[in-house]
């Protein structure tokens, strides 16, 4: 019985996995196919939709987008209107770029205002004691990663915007998710290390594994 249990659970996560992989390239695939035969207004549309249906999708399975649903259903809505009505790269570019950017500064302007972004969101994702949430070095090591967040958002617009300027449509949209998902992946892999390592010194804190282990219990 448990290991039925077990291959049920590996199936699971292989179609969760599948679709989250589909979710990322299918809107890459239909912009570049539309734009190439239809033109931008329908490649916008297209990748817009996709993009809504994908983020429904994803708040159903209980993901935590769920929580920003509203606000990115709009943003998509939005950003995908005026793409189609001013049938300009430019404009449906740079509004992507400048959200980015301002996204980096709105995350630091969260650690100015003593309220950092990761403290406020990580504690309501994983099951974080709380006496380690109310340590000081909790407090530190997530205003030092929101801060290092922020510029990497702010940091990749800039990326965007050269590469805008230096290659074609179709190669701008390629380069960015080729160059993106890889670096995204590192650097999220880098910084969970090192929140990891960190948050040792605070009391109650054995680690993401604990913690993962701590809301399995929890959802049985």
């Known amino acids: ?14 179609e969760a996995g599948y679709r989250r992989l589909l979710d990322s390239i299918a809107p890459i695939a239909i912009f570049l196919l539309l734009n190439r035969f239809a033109g931008l207004g329908w490649a916008v549309g297209g990748a817009t939709v996709w993009g809504l249906q ?70 309501t994702v994983l099951p974080f004691k709380k006496e380690t949430i109310k340590h000081k070095i909790f ?5 030092q990663m929101t801060v290092v ?21 179709d190669g701008y949209v390629v380069i960015r998710n080729l160059v993106g998902f890889p670096a995204g992946f590192i650097a999220s892999l880098i910084a969970l290390l090192y929140i990891d390592r960190s948050l040792r010194k605070a009391d109650g804190f054995e680690g993401f594994v604990d913690l993962l282990e701590t809301e399995e219990k929890n959802d049985t």
């Open 1 to 14: 019985m448990r290991r039925i249990e077990n291959l049920s659970t590996n199936i699971t996560g292989d």
């Open 139 to 143: 407090s530190r090591v997530m205003a």
């Open 149 to 169: 967040l922020g510029l990497y958002q702010i940091l990749t617009s800039i990326w965007d915007v050269w590469l805008y300027r230096h290659t074609s449509v």
């Open 54 to 123: 994908a983020t429904v999708r994803r708040s159903r399975r209980g993901e935590a987008v769920g929580k920003f649903l509203p606000l990115l259903i709009v943003y998509l809505l939005v950003r995908g209107l005026i793409g189609i009505i001013t049938d300009s790269e430019d404009v449906y570019f740079g509004i992507g770029i400048a959200t980015k950017a301002a996204i980096g500064f709105g995350l630091i302007g969260t650690v100015i205002l003593k309220r950092s972004f990761l403290s406020q969101v990580l504690p």
